[in-house]
Structures are given as structure tokens and as C-alpha cells.
């Protein structure tokens, strides 16, 4: 009952971050094509301009909005984008949460092991020093 309870938990977090993931790209690419169209931008300066100033907020200034239809789209997009940033790092910090604490949970097994290999050489070692120098 607890693995299906763990394997639960493990599908449950990978639908949540595909979710995200799909939502975000969908998203991006939606407020890309509007930008296109209202802007008449090739579609790549708009994917571009949709990423680093919606999204990402930093806003070089290499693109600029002129005409208002497309202000007005950018302020809703930037106002829906940030629950939706927020939700895709929360997935992705979960995601890269679970793969440290299964790497750390192999290391420690890992470490286990040498450890009982390298207790048992140090100990037959000894036991062999041992009976060596009872024969003498």
C-alpha cells in the first residue's frame, strides 16, 4: 500500500509539472501571436518580446509596443502571467526536490556499501596481522 501511495505521489508531481510546463508554453506562444499580429512583428521577435518582457519582466527596450490594442493585451498578459510563472518554478523546484533527494538517497546506500567493504578489509587485515605475529 505505501509504494502505491509513493507512486501516487511521483505521477501526481509529474502531471502537475507537464501541466505547467503545457500551460506556460501554450501561453507564451498564444501572447507571441498576438503580439505578431498587433505589432506586425515576424513571429520570432514577438516570441522573443512575449519571454524576456512579459514574462520574465526585464524588458531591454530593443521592442517597443505602439499601438494600444496590443498595451492593453500586454498588461493583462503580464498581470496572467505571474500565477502562472509562479505555479511552473513550484513545479520545477519539485521536480529538481524529488531527483536531489533520490540522488542523495543512492549516494547514502553508495556510501554504505564501501563503508562495510572497507571495515571488512581493515578487518581481515588485522585478523591477518594478528595471526602472523602469533606465529613468530
Not at 509504494?3 to 505547467?20: A, D, I, N, P, W
Not at 519582466?57 to 490594442?69: C, E, H, Q, R
Not at 498588461?75 to 533527494?101: D, E, K, Q, R, Y
Request: with cysteine.
Amino acid at each position: 500500500m505505501r509504494k502505491l501511495h509513493l507512486h501516487y505521489q511521483v505521477m501526481t508531481k509529474r502531471l502537475g509539472f507537464c501541466t505547467s510546463l503545457i500551460l506556460f508554453l501554450l501561453f507564451w506562444l498564444f501572447g507571441a501571436m498576438v503580439f505578431k499580429f498587433s505589432e506586425g512583428w515576424n513571429y520570432f521577435d514577438a516570441v522573443y518580446f512575449a519571454f524576456l518582457d512579459c514574462l520574465l519582466t526585464i524588458g531591454y527596450g530593443d521592442f517597443i509596443l505602439t499601438s494600444a490594442s496590443s498595451r492593453a493585451f500586454f498588461i493583462l498578459f503580464a498581470l496572467a502571467a505571474i500565477p502562472l510563472m509562479t505555479s511552473l518554478i513550484n513545479a520545477v523546484g519539485a521536480s529538481l526536490s524529488n531527483i536531489g533527494w533520490s540522488f542523495v538517497k543512492y549516494t547514502v546506500l553508495i556510501a554504505k556499501k564501501i563503508y562495510n567493504i572497507c571495515s571488512f578489509v581493515i578487518l581481515e587485515a588485522l585478523y591477518f596481522f594478528k595471526i602472523s605475529n602469533l606465529k613468530r
